[in-house]
Each structure stands twice: as structure tokens, then as C-alpha cells.
């Protein structure tokens, strides 16, 4: 508890990102989320006690659009980080500790790979790929790019912890190369990978609600690139439907502010020299 | 007669980096044997830069030789099958200079010792385990109920040291390299560390390859000494002729340089030394010349061959040239057979 | 003649690091202080030229230097005192020298620093004779730290520590990364500027072999506190402490083979020190008194001081 009060990003990062997810579950209980189709209510609405959030030009509860979309978002985030801190940490050990030949392909790859812009690469996947897509295949699409920057810090941690007496120790005390990656390296790098999770979380979601506002998104599910899509397509900032835009932007605010003070306070802990004197 | 451990005109040559050109000579054409059936303790002295560490490295097969061989019972480490490299990896076990960085910030103490059990079935349970872990600690002279359980970080320098020794010890090696053990220990610990050595020596028939800069230390525990300037042995031998009677202008200059704790021994001298070249490239010849008192013109022009100075002692140095040269893959005095 | 005595307490929190050291230091001697890790004696050494960092401070006591005291002085005063009164060559000064910058450059902002006007070319002269002086060609001035070898560099700091003419000099582990060879031409270089200066030297280290060969008195510290303190020779044949007499039994000898006698038990923590005397715990000629009643330091023999219940 004391570690919690000196650091702060930490705490305001979990308490944004827990007042998100009571967001969510409440509203569950409170609203149908088949009323985020279309048709479902009068459209062009603004705010009122039936409708907080207001409706859509095609009679989408917006309410219920925000509670249904939110966790589809932060889905795509989550697997599309995951798979993206998992390839990259793979490929970062062991190109790291074995070195040699590995070890040239996987930075050649890398180097190569972060040099071309990410959205166009998944703008041609996107289109290249048929209509309709669903959630789960748009996070594949983004985590085919979300490895390359794992797997660049990850490597380069790996790097300067390899050259570490314990780990010469362990390799004398008989254990093998994938042994002493996982009991003798991993632990070590455990918030440091933390940290390089939520970075990559937060990248993935920012790069499919990109995707998703140019419309190469799952078209028929209400996730909160998608309503943004929705938004331009009906020109509604020209029309004055604020209540339209206001909502999926405020809730995209709040993940990416809870990500990031999240992040910055997970560096803090794989970091001890930031930690601030007392 | 059964070779252990055998350096074979090993030379370990680094590279410098893709746009620097310039290689760095580790360890120049060394030999040495460590014989299976009488234990024994050799010290390998030299400074920074004479290639020590390196050398330790290759014979733990941490890092292989540019050229020769590195041999265990009479096998190249490189081609070995699986089977002997488990067999090398229990025999041939290491003391590391830093007591700190061997141990793993994540885990307690525990699991430098529980990790080689577990690896080379060395217990059947996990009280025979716990057993033989009390039985190494106390054999270096820690009390188990004291130390297990702990982090690295709240032992001293001296105890985290013993722990490795205890570790070495469990595996029941035949040879272990100790890796400067005792410089950062404490002094009054330091020879607690060096008594358990030789306990080990004596004791349990552990060959001991002593790595340091420290002469004093050296000739307190070895029984033969191998004195390395810059990649290269000067001089080898017993213990008690390169220490009492040296011949090779490097050991004469080192041993003068130790400072002592004796009141009647005059360490510094008035006149103002002769300031040393910072970095002197010398492609052949004698390494030493361009510092050694008593130069001639053939040392600039090529390295001297060791010469059989004594029955148990050579140096690598034409001031001695009219004793033998010796010869042979065993270039070990001193272990007279 | 002139007589620093220095009495203080350093608490590192609760901690005492120093624990009320008196001393007082001739002109033109080479005063010792010996101890392992953790006994205080880098904390004697930094607290006279008041560099002591928070969370440690200086809790009482006081250092004189010619009549001054040094702990009473000003900021501004104390910073004049440092270099120009008492120089430091700090643990490992050799890497404290600026990469970016050449070695003459780094004496000249030394100068500077302090005030002292001189034209460009007295300067120069002046850089030339303090490299001259501790061994090193003028053409250093013009090189770059990383051109140097590790013990040419520790001139180069011992050149800048003399280069306002102190009158003490304090070299804390001067020579520690350097091979002996190195080792014992930095420590002569020392002497020879010692001598030409006529300044006193505090040397601050662990090798015992090296404060015999340097130093004409040696005081050694254990857990903080000074427990013996007598003329070098006096200490090395004739010990007053149990501790001093089984460190220097632990010394190996490069004379004759012996056993190893290393001293049982651990050093112990300075936040939980042992009643009455540190060391009884470890000691073998311990009695009920060492371990209710601290000794004071006394004079045992004339110039021998030593703590301890037993002398």
C-alpha cells in the first residue's frame, strides 16, 4: 500500500481503466445491447432520460452502441497485444541468447519491418482481404505488425542481462538454453514485459480504431472505431449531432489515459532508477 | 597416467567489430595439464590483460579457442557427445569473482544449490537433497538454518562467496576453477574462503586452477604457478623457486612491485620510475621488451621458447637460452613423473 | 606545527558510521586508516572536507585545520578550503576525470575555479611542471582521458588534487583498480609530491601491505569507531587490539607458507551493533567486561592508542 501512495501513475492508470470497466458491466445490467443494431430506436436523438447517450442516424441506441462496442475494442487491444508481446518476447529471447545466425534474421526482419509506415502495410492487408470481416480476424491483422517492437526492446533487454554471472552459474549448473531463458531471464524482465504489454496493448487498439475509422473495419459490429466511421460517413460534425462523436471519443480518451498512466507507472517498477527519491 | 583437464596451444583471439580492424591476442599458444589422479593446486598469475580470465573461460567451455584445443579425458570440448558434456559440466566446476551477480535478484539463495541437484540427479528425494545442501554449507563453515531462505543482499560478500564454494563442492567436481574468488572479499574472510580451498584440495582430491592477481594469495595455497603477461607464459613452475627465486624480469618486477606488511622490507624506491609506454604494439618478439630492464636486441626480434631453467621450473626468456627448450604438448615442470 | 583534531559523529540515518574519532594529523606525516568494508573509514575521510552526502550528515565533534574550524566555516569559505587547503583524490578518481575534455583544460578549470589569475602562458608553464612533477610528459596536457592508461590517469588526478599546493592531502583507495606494478608508481609518484610539498597525507584504504609500506601512522577502524591507532611499525610487530593482530595474522606472506587464520564470525551491521565492545563476539580473549562496557580509546604505550579492556 505505501508503494502505491509514492506511485501515483499506477493507481490513477488502474482507477481509469476500472471505472471503464464498471462502465461496462453496469451498463450490461442496465441496457439492451441488441438496441446498438440498427433501427432499433428513433434516429437523430439527442441526449434524453430514454436515451442517455442520444441515437444514431441509422436508430442506434448510442448507450447501448458505447456498452456493446467498448469491451469489442479493447478485445481486438488485448489479443492483438498479446500476440504481439508473445511473437516478439519468442523471438526476442532467443535471438538475443543464442545469437549467431537467428539472431541476424530476426533483427534484419525488425529493422526492415519498423522502417515501413504500420498503417499502410495494414491498409493493404485490410483491403486485400475479403469484406466482413470479424473482430478476432481484424486483431490477427493487427498483431501481424505488433511484434516488431516487442521483439526490438525485448532483445535488447535480453542483450545486457545475458552477460550477468547467473547466468554463466545456471549454465554450469547444467541447465539448457531455453531453461535459463525462462527460470533465470524471464523473471527478471516480469515488469518490464507488464509494461511492454500495456504499450502494445495501447498501439493495437490505436492502430484498428485507424483501420476501422477508413471503414476497412468488422462492418457490422458496433466497436468504438466503427461508430467513429459511422460518424464521418453521416458527416455528423457538420450536422451538429455532437452527442454522436462526443461518446465513443470521451471513452477512447479514458482507455488510452488509463494505458498510458499505466505504462508509466509499470516502467517505474522495471525501472527503479526513475523511482523518485523520498 | 590420466589427463583431466588439458589446454592444448590454446589461443583465443577476439575481433573487434565490423569497422575496427584491430584484434585483440587473449591467450597465446597456452598449455597445461591437470592431472586426473593427484590432485594438485596451480595458480595462474598475471595483471589485467594477461588473458586470465579468458583462459578460465575456455577451460569451463564458455567460450572456445581460435586455434587448439581444449581437451576433457582426452576429448576436443567441441565434438564431445552429450553424454561426456554432462560428465565435463559436473567435473569441471567454477568459483566466480563477483559473490554478487552469480546470484539471480529473483530468486533466495536456495536455488544456486537446488538448480544443480535437480539438473544432475543428485538426490533421489527431497530430504536427500536437503541433507547433502546442509552438508556443503556446513563444510564451508556456514550454519544451513542461517543462510537458506535468504536473498543475496542480505548476506555479506564472504557468506555469498562460501555459498558458491558450497555449490561447487555438491556436485562433487574433480576440478574447480576459481575466477579471482577472494578479491572482493573482506580480508579477514578472505582466508576462510582460501582454507576451504585447500580443504577441498586435501581433502576431497579436488584439483584447484587458482586464478588471481594476487602473488601472496597464490603462493600461500599453490603448489605450481604459471605466471601469464599479455597472453603468454613467462614463467611456470614450483611455487616455492618462481616465488623465492624468480627469473624472468616480469615475475622479478611484480614480486617487487607487492607492497608488504613487514616493516623491514623497503617497498618504494626515491628515484622517479621510468614512465610506462601506454600502449605498445609489438607484433613479434618478446612481449615484455619494450619494459624489460635487461633487453638485448634478439628479444625485439623473436618471442622466446620456454627453457627448462630448473628441473621444476621454465621461463620464457634468452637470458636463459642456454638451458634446454622445452618440449612437448606437457609443458609442466615441476609434476616430475 | 600544526594540529588538526577532528571528533564527530556520522549518523547514515540511525546509523554511526564514525563514531567520535580523535586524531590529529603532524605536518608533513602520512597518516593510515585501515578497515574493511563498512568500518567508516572513507566516512572519516569525506567528513573533514565536510562531503558528506544526505541522508548522512555531520552530527557534532570538530576539525581544525591551523586553528580553523572547518565545520563552523561558511559554504563558500569551505569550498576555498577544498583543493586549495586539503585536496582529495577520491575512490576510483581515475573515472571521474571528464571525457570530453583535455587533461591541461581540466587542471586549468581547477585553477580557475579557485580564482587565481595567471596569464596564458604562466598557465602553461604551470600545467607543464604539475604533469612534470607526478611523472607524466607536458604533452599529456594535450591528450584526452581515454588516451591514457589507468595509472597515468590517476597522476593526472593527483596532478590536478597538488595544483593549488595543499597543505593535506587525502587519497581515499587511490590505487584500488590498478594492478600493482601501476600501483607502486602512483604510490611513489604520491610520496615524491608529498615531500615536495611538504604537505601530510591521509591515505584511506583496505591493503594492509600498502599502508605499512606507505604511512607512518595507522589508525584502524572497526565498525565505525577507531580502535587502535599508533605508529606503523608499532602496529605491524606489536598490536595493541585483538582485531588489529588477527588482520594482520590473515595477511598471506609471500615469506614462508602458513595456515590460513581468518578471523571467525561476521562483521558486524552498523544499525545493530553488539553492546560494549564490536568486536567481542568475534574475540577470542573476550571477558564479561567487552560485552557491557565500550572501551575508550587510551594511550597504551607512548604514541599507541588503543580501545580495548584487555591493554
Known amino acids: 500500500m505505501g508503494y502505491l501512495r509514492r506511485n501515483l501513475s499506477l493507481v490513477v492508470g488502474i482507477a481509469l481503466l476500472s471505472a471503464l470497466g464498471l462502465f461496462v458491466i453496469i451498463g450490461h445490467l442496465v441496457v439492451d445491447t441488441s438496441k446498438s443494431r440498427p433501427l432499433s430506436a428513433p434516429a437523430v436523438q439527442a441526449p434524453s432520460l430514454a436515451h442517455p447517450f442520444g441515437t444514431d442516424r441509422q436508430g442506434r441506441d448510442l448507450f447501448a452502441t458505447m456498452v456493446a462496442g467498448t469491451p469489442l475494442t479493447l478485445r481486438i487491444g488485448f489479443i492483438a497485444g498479446m500476440l504481439g508481446v508473445g511473437i516478439g518476447a519468442i523471438l526476442g529471447f532467443a535471438s538475443a541468447y543464442y545469437r549467431g545466425r537467428l539472431d541476424a534474421v530476426v533483427r534484419g526482419v525488425v529493422d526492415i519491418g519498423l522502417t515501413v509506415p504500420g498503417l499502410l502495410v495494414l491498409i493493404l492487408i485490410a483491403v486485400s482481404l475479403r469484406r466482413g470481416l470479424t473482430v478476432n480476424q481484424m486483431a490477427i491483422i493487427v498483431a501481424s505488425l505488433a511484434w516488431l517492437n516487442p521483439a526490438r526492446t525485448i532483445r535488447a533487454q535480453v542483450l545486457s542481462l545475458r552477460e550477468r554471472g547467473y547466468v554463466e552459474v545456471a549454465r554450469l549448473s547444467g541447465m539448457s538454453g531455453s531453461e535459463i531463458i525462462v527460470k533465470e531471464l524471464m523473471p527478471n524482465l516480469l515488469p518490464y514485459l507488464a509494461a511492454t504489454l500495456v504499450n502494445s496493448v495501447s498501439s493495437a487498439i490505436l492502430a484498428s480504431i485507424g483501420l476501422e475509422v477508413l471503414g476497412l473495419g468488422p462492418i457490422d459490429s458496433p466497436t468504438l472505431g466503427m461508430t467513429l466511421y459511422w460518424v464521418n460517413f453521416n458527416a455528423a460534425l457538420i450536422n451538429g449531432w455532437w452527442w454522436w462523436w462526443t461518446a465513443p471519443i470521451t471513452i477512447i480518451l479514458v482507455v488510452f489515459l488509463g494505458l498510458f498512466f499505466l505504462t508509466v507507472g509499470l516502467d517505474e517498477i522495471a525501472n527503479p532508477r526513475l523511482r523518485r527519491v523520498i | 597416467m590420466t589427463t583431466l583437464l588439458e589446454a592444448r596451444h590454446a589461443t583465443r583471439i577476439f575481433d573487434g567489430g565490423y569497422f575496427d580492424r584491430t584484434s585483440t591476442l587473449a591467450l597465446d599458444d597456452f598449455s597445461l595439464a591437470i592431472d586426473g589422479d593427484r590432485p594438485s593446486i596451480i595458480a595462474v598469475v598475471g595483471e589485467s590483460g594477461s588473458g586470465k580470465t579468458t583462459l578460465a573461460r575456455l577451460l569451463l567451455g564458455l567460450t572456445s579457442p581460435t586455434q587448439g584445443q581444449i581437451l576433457y579425458k582426452g576429448q576436443e570440448l567441441q565434438t564431445m557427445s552429450r553424454a561426456v558434456w554432462r560428465a565435463f559440466r559436473r567435473d569441471v566446476q567454477v568459483i566466480f569473482q563477483d559473490p554478487y551477480g552469480v546470484y539471480n535478484p529473483f530468486y533466495r539463495i536456495d536455488h544456486v544449490l537446488t538448480t544443480p541437484i535437480a539438473k544432475f540427479g543428485l538426490a533421489a528425494s527431497r530430504a536427500e537433497a536437503r541433507a547433502s545442501i546442509d552438508g556443503v554449507l556446513r563444510a564451508v563453515g556456514l550454519r544451513p538454518e542461517e543462510t537458506l531462505g535468504r536473498f543475496a543482499h542480505q548476506l555479506s560478500g564472504g557468506q555469498r562467496q562460501r555459498i558458491m564454494v558450497a555449490r561447487a563442492l555438491l556436485l562433487r567436481p574433480r576440478v574447480i576453477l576459481a575466477d579471482e574468488p577472494v578479491s572482493m572479499v573482506d580480508a579477514s574472510l578472505r582466508a576462510t574462503i582460501l582454507a576451504s580451498l585447500r580443504t577441498m584440495n586435501r581433502d576431497l582430491g579436488i584439483s584447484i586452477v587458482y586464478i588471481t592477481h594476487d602473488l601472496a594469495t597464490a603462493y600461500q595455497i599453490s603448489d605450481t604457478i604459471v605466471v601469464l603477461y599479455r597472453g603468454s607464459v613467462v614463467e611456470i613452475g614450483d611455487v616455492e623457486l618462481v616465488v623465492k627465486r624468480p627469473q624472468h624480469p616480469y615475475t622479478q618486477l611484480l614480486l617487487s612491485s607487492i607492497p608488504l606488511a613487514s616493516p623491514e622490507r623497503t617497498w618504494m624506491t626515491e628515484k622517479p620510475s621510468t614512465p610506462v609506454a601506454a600502449t605498445e604494439t609489438i607484433d613479434h618478439g618478446c612481449k615484455f621488451a619494450g619494459r624489460c630492464p635487461s633487453v638485448a636486441a634478439s628479444c625485439r626480434e623473436s618471442a622466446p621458447s620456454l627453457f627448462q631453467t630448473d628441473r621444476d621450473r621454465a621461463v620464457a626468456c634468452y637470458l636463459y637460452r642456454d638451458a634446454p627448450t622445452v618440449t612437448g604438448d606437457h609443458r609442466q615442470p615441476g609434476r616430475s613423473r | ?311
Not at chain 3, 555531520?58 to 566555516?73: F, K, Q, T
Not at chain 3, 604539475?130 to 596532478?159: T, Y
Not at chain 3, 588482520?247 to 587464520?261: H, M, V
Open chain 3, 1 to 311: 606545527m600544526r594540529e588538526l583534531t577532528v571528533s564527530y559523529d556520522t549518523p547514515l540515518g540511525a546509523v554511526r558510521a564514525a563514531d567520535r574519532i580523535s586524531f590529529g594529523l603532524r605536518a608533513g606525516e602520512r597518516l593510515g586508516f585501515a578497515g574493511e568494508s563498512g568500518s567508516g573509514k572513507s566516512t572519516v575521510a569525506l567528513a573533514i572536507l565536510r562531503m558528506i552526502q544526505p541522508p548522512g550528515r555531520i552530527e557534532g565533534g570538530e576539525v581544525r585545520l591551523d586553528g580553523v574550524d572547518l565545520l563552523s566555516l561558511a559554504d563558500e569559505d569551505m569550498r576555498r578550503v577544498r583543493l586549495a587547503r586539503i585536496a582529495l583524490i577520491p575512490q576510483g578518481s581515475m573515472n571521474a576525470l571528464n571525457p570530453v575534455l583535455r587533461i591541461g583544460d581540466q587542471i586549468i578549470d581547477a585553477l580557475r575555479d579557485h580564482e587565481i589569475r595567471m596569464s596564458a602562458r604562466e598557465r602553461d608553464a604551470r600545467v607543464r611542471e604539475l604533469l612534470e612533477s607526478v611523472g607524466l610528459r607536458s604533452e599529456v596536457a594535450e591528450m584526452f582521458p581515454h588516451e591514457l592508461s589507468g595509472g597515468m590517469k590517476q597522476r593526472a588526478c593527483i596532478a590536478i588534487a597538488i595544483s593549488l599546493r595543499p597543505r593535506v592531502i587525502i587519497a581515499d583507495e587511490p590505487t584500488s583498480a590498478l594492478d600493482v606494478v601501476v600501483q607502486k608508481q602512483v604510490m611513489e609518484t604520491l610520496a615524491r609530491v608529498q615531500k615536495d610539498l611538504g604537505a601530510s597525507v591521509i591515505l584511506v584504504g583496505h591493503d594492509m601491505g600498502l599502508m605499512a609500506q606507505f604511512v607512518d601512522r595507522l589508525g584502524i577502524m572497526y565498525a565505525g569507531r577507531l580502535i587502535e591507532a599508533s605508529p606503523v611499525r608499532a602496529i605491524l610487530t606489536r598490536s595493541l587490539h585483538p582485531y588489529t593482530r588477527m588482520l594482520i595474522a590473515s595477511l598471506p606472506s609471500l615469506e614462508q607458507k602458513g595456515t590460513f587464520n581468518g578471523i571467525p564470525g561476521l562483521i558486524p551491521l552498523l544499525r545493530d551493533l553488539p553492546p560494549g565492545c564490536a568486536f567481542h563476539p568475534r574475540c577470542p580473549d573476550a571477558v564479561d567486561r567487552c560485552r557491557t562496557e565500550r572501551p575508550g580509546l587510551r594511550e597504551v604505550r607512548p604514541d599507541s592508542w588503543a580501545a580495548c579492556h584487555l591493554v
